[in-house]
């Protein structure tokens, strides 16, 4: 639309993040999906105990081909991406030493989480318990995205020739 018409919409820039794809608890080497299943993923608005429970749960022990298996990678990219820059270097040394247990990397990598999404949790709750004033909020987006909308359309129209 810009090349024809001219400087219309911004263009899209993407976000790029250090994870791209974060992989299934269970499965490694699918990518982390809620369709595969509640246990395959971790969702934003997990309580603490439900994502310990996961932890306990995901794979570690499948073959890697670079010295880590696929599901300590995934763990690694959890505790990297929420976790504390010291206890990701304490188990990266552990790993490469040969010591890591497991029975504690999950753990970390669980509270590293929990502690990450708990104002998130904490918000949800806030939001779910106040609807009235959620409507309200949605109902007074609306009402600017369409005025928004409304003006984008009669540019768009006018570049188009239809006014």
Excluded: W
């Excluded at 820039?13 to 794809?21: C, E, F, G, H």
């Excluded at 010591?99 to 970390?108: F, G, H, R, V, W």
Aim: proline letters at 3%; aromatic letters at 6%; one cysteine or more.
């Amino acid at each position: 639309f810009n090349n024809r018409y001219g400087e219309t919409f911004a263009e899209v820039q993407p976000m790029l993040t250090t994870s791209a794809r974060v992989m299934s608890l269970k499965d490694p080497m699918k990518k982390m999906s809620k369709s595969l299943g509640g246990d395959h993923c971790l969702f934003l608005d997990d309580a603490p105990e439900e994502v310990e429970r996961k932890m306990k749960s995901a794979v570690t022990a499948t073959t890697g081909g670079d010295g880590i298996a696929p599901g300590v990678q995934t763990l690694f990219a959890l505790l990297e991406a929420f976790g504390d820059a010291g206890e990701v270097a304490r188990f990266r040394a552990a790993h490469d030493d040969g010591s890591i247990k497991y029975s504690e990397l999950k753990p970390a990598v669980a509270r590293a989480c929990s502690t990450y999404f708990a104002d998130f949790r904490t918000k949800k709750a806030e939001l779910l318990a106040q609807s009235e004033k959620v409507d309200g909020i949605l109902a007074a987006g609306a009402t600017k995205a369409r005025a928004v909308a409304a003006e984008t359309l009669a540019k768009i129209r006018e570049k188009v020739g239809m006014r």
